[in-house]
């Protein structure tokens, strides 16, 4: 693709923005949903090396969750701070899908949506503006 691009006269803004990138999308999901999750995860670290502190500036959701529950022994908020930790996760995740997204398959599962709901409707083919 890029050297067909390359003969056609494309610059290399052009054919990153329009080949390359394309190609990257899976894996710059990957990697981005992998790195989001682990930096509202890190435990450990923090457990092992601060503890939170000085002045709670190293204090992360996953180590909050843990001293409120075993350290404060308050069960309930504990687990309610880890809940919404996950449910953070699940949106950030599902907003990076999002925008991620390949638009052109998304268009054509909507056109092959619409063109099913005519059909059950009986109202016939219908014509779409591109």
């Known amino acids: 693709d890029e050297e067909a691009d390359e003969i056609d006269g494309t610059g290399r803004r052009q054919r990153f923005r329009h080949v390359s990138l394309p190609m990257l999308k899976p894996t710059l999901f990957l990697v981005l949903t992998l790195g989001l ?7 450990d670290q923090i457990y092992v090396m601060t503890a939170g502190e000085p002045g709670k500036t190293t204090l992360t959701p996953a180590f909050l969750s843990y001293q409120t529950s075993f350290i404060n022994n308050e069960w309930g908020q504990g687990s309610a701070i880890a809940f919404i930790l996950f449910a953070i996760i699940v949106a950030m995740t599902l907003l ?4 991620l997204r390949d ?9 092959t949506r619409r063109a099913a709901k005519a059909a059950r409707s009986g109202s016939g083919p219908t014509t779409e503006a591109t």
């Open 103 to 111: 638009k052109d398959e998304a268009r054509a599962k909507a056109v």
């Open 96 to 99: 990076q899908q999002f925008v």
């Open 37 to 43: 999750n682990g930096t509202w995860q890190v435990f």
